[in-house]
């Protein structure tokens, strides 16, 4: 009997298990793809820990999903079975008894295809940690994922594989202040005096930097006091709070971090091509020369100018740099919740990588510096898992808007969309977007409804219980996206603003109306090399309507096919101009509230 019984256990269940299941299944690898297919909720993980055990269990569970789908046992089983009976017996009661109690603990999902991950219905941490990393020029196929070629980006992968990545996240304009401002307080640039702009040092507008009679600072504007970050708000609610990188919204002593809601600062008040060098990288010497007028590129810690970045060997350190900042700040505050906003300084040009980069990728420079943010992802996510902080923390990454496409192979991709930075069509708005919560956000979804980078300030606020600003905001509650609620559609419409006021596009569900306007454009002229710009093009756009759902890129005008559709969009942004202006049909909106202003001309 203990022969047959032998027999029975290593001869009857792999026939039973090749009945259902290919042979290569059972080696060591398939066993393991096998327990991978098992859902990974809490009490799965949590109950059974020993991966041996998983296998165990897995392989029980194919010998009896086999048994119920009705195979069919060659002669050797049966002859087997009809020695032991009893054991036959016991053991499939057993296997039954298992499989029951391994359906009850994974909320009966083991059926579940992998590919659809089941919808996750945790409640919230209300004080997870957040990191929020936000890029610079950065194009929406500038990841491995999003389709960039020759080089590789896998610690983002990773945070893909962990996490939700949206195909239609937005940036709220296509510059760096006003993008910044409206991710940071939630609201359309705009409606804060803050819209079209990249402000310059002293908190200067380009109207100003580039007049001819352009001596020195003049009046300056920036961040208005007012107007609540999301700093702020996680401050009221026990949270220290850090951004490390670029600022973007005025350098001057009132406009800077500390006095907006942020216990930390370490970084560049602006954007990094605004210091007196030259494109090759040589100081400029020549008086007429715009640049000249600059002041040596800061470093800011707290409210002090700490070093200055000079040339293009210290540019190539400012991410290393900021990766240690990052990890200093997340190892000593580990014990308490933290915002750790990381505001890379690349990839906005000049572009510039540390000496263990250099050659990294198949795509020169550009590819060199991708890694380069690629491996400054990976030592947060490292230092993040080392504090045990791994499971607590909301990670969020985005970019201001799409890539400088006049600067050619150092200037990134706009993914096949049309036109870039400073532009409303899609290439200049539309951002990858990646978001990881565990326990709360699905592992290895998409999501491809709407969202933009200002709908991120209720969104925590959502998260952590708290209210949100007193002065209106425009973005919304995007959680349940996160959640994966199938039904979940928080954000139907999105105004697309540039310069001071004007808009120039409303995308409702899946068409986008533009509206007639003149604009820049990188089509039908040829881009510079090796971090020289190209030129512009100008051009002019009349009214058309395009199906983003089939024509992402913007290349068939279906107005005259869809009357119905331009009339109900049209009647949205009347209500858009009543409320936030419009200087393209000279509407002043009713809405809209002042930035803050440094006052120095007399």
């Known amino acids: 009997m203990k022969k047959n019984n032998n027999i029975f256990r290593k001869e009857t269940i792999r026939q039973l298990g090749r009945a259902v299941f290919p042979k290569r299944l059972f080696s060591k690898n398939g066993l393991k793809g096998i327990a991978r297919f098992l859902p990974r909720q809490k009490p799965w993980s949590v109950g059974i820990k020993n991966m041996k055990l998983k296998y165990v269990i897995t392989l029980i569970l194919i010998t009896t999903i086999g048994v119920i ?44 295809q992998r590919a659809i991950p089941s919808r996750v219905t945790d409640s919230p941490n209300k004080t997870p940690n957040i990191v929020i990393i936000n890029m610079d020029d ?41 993008s910044r401002v409206g991710l940071l307080t939630g609201t359309y640039p705009n409606r804060i005096g803050l819209g079209g702009m990249a402000l310059f040092p002293h908190s200067e507008t380009a109207n100003e930097v580039f007049s001819k009679n352009f001596k020195g600072p003049h009046n300056g504007i920036g961040i208005n006091k007012k107007d ?28 800077l971090p500390m006095q907006h809601g942020f216990d930390y600062y370490y970084g560049i008040p602006y954007s990094n091509d605004m210091w007196p060098v030259n494109y090759d990288g040589t100081p400029v010497t020549n008086p007429n020369n715009r640049k000249s007028k600059f002041p040596p590129l800061p470093i800011i810690e707290g409210n002090k100018i700490v070093r200055y970045v000079r040339n293009l060997q210290q540019m190539g350190m400012v991410t290393t740099w900021y990766t240690q900042k990052a990890i200093s700040f997340i190892n000593k505050n580990k014990n308490r919740p933290f915002l750790l906003y990381i ?50 923390t909301l990670i969020i990454f985005t970019s201001d808007n799409g890539p400088w496409l006049n600067f050619g192979n150092h200037a990134g991709s706009a993914g096949g969309l049309r036109e870039g930075k400073g532009d409303t069509f899609e290439g200049g708005m539309k951002e990858p977007t990646i978001f990881v919560w565990p326990g709360v956000i699905p592992d290895g979804t998409i999501c491809n409804k709407l969202a933009c ?29 996160l959640k994966g609620e199938p039904n979940a559609n928080p954000r139907h419409v999105l105004y697309y603003y540039y310069h001071r ?61 869809h009357p119905d559709i331009v009339k109900e969009i049209e009647a949205i942004a009347k209500k858009a101009r009543e409320d936030l202006g419009d200087n393209l049909t000279g509407v002043k909106g009713k809405n809209r509230r002042p930035p803050g202003r440094i006052i120095r001309d007399k």
């Open 343 to 392: 505001a890379h300084t690349m990839v906005h040009v000049p572009i510039a990588v540390s000496p263990e980069f250099k050659g990294k990728s198949h795509q020169g420079l550009y590819g060199d510096v991708m890694m380069y943010i690629d491996w400054s992802v990976g030592q947060v996510m490292k230092t993040l898992k080392n504090d045990g902080l791994a499971k607590n």
């Open 228 to 255: 609540e970050t999301i700093g702020g708000m996680l401050k009221k609610k026990g949270y220290v709070t850090a951004i490390i990188g670029k600022w973007g919204l005025g350098d001057d002593y009132k406009f």
């Open 138 to 178: 950065m194009g929406y196929g500038d990841l491995d994922s999003y389709g960039a070629i020759d080089y590789k980006t896998p610690n983002l992968d990773k945070l893909e594989d962990r996490g939700m990545r949206f195909t239609n996240f937005y940036a709220v304009q296509p510059i760096c202040t006003s």
């Open 453 to 481: 980078n200002i709908d991120i300030l209720p969104t925590l606020a959502a998260i952590i219980g708290a209210p949100l600003p007193k002065l209106r905001i425009d973005g919304v509650n995007i959680l349940p996206l």
């Open 69 to 112: 789908l009705g195979f069919k046992p060659n002669d050797k089983i049966m002859k087997n079975f009809n020695k032991n009976k009893k054991a036959g017996a016991v053991f499939f009661t057993i296997a039954s008894l298992v499989l029951i109690s391994t359906m009850l603990l994974t909320n009966g999902s083991i059926f579940a």
């Open 501 to 561: 006021d004007d808009l120039m596009a409303v995308r409702s569900g899946r068409w986008k109306l533009i509206f007639p306007h003149k604009y820049v454009s990188y089509e039908g002229v040829l881009p510079g090399e090796n971090g020289f710009p190209g030129k512009y093009n100008h051009k002019t756009t009349g009214l058309a309507l395009y199906n983003l759902r089939r024509d992402p890129g913007e290349h068939y005008d279906v107005k005259a096919l």
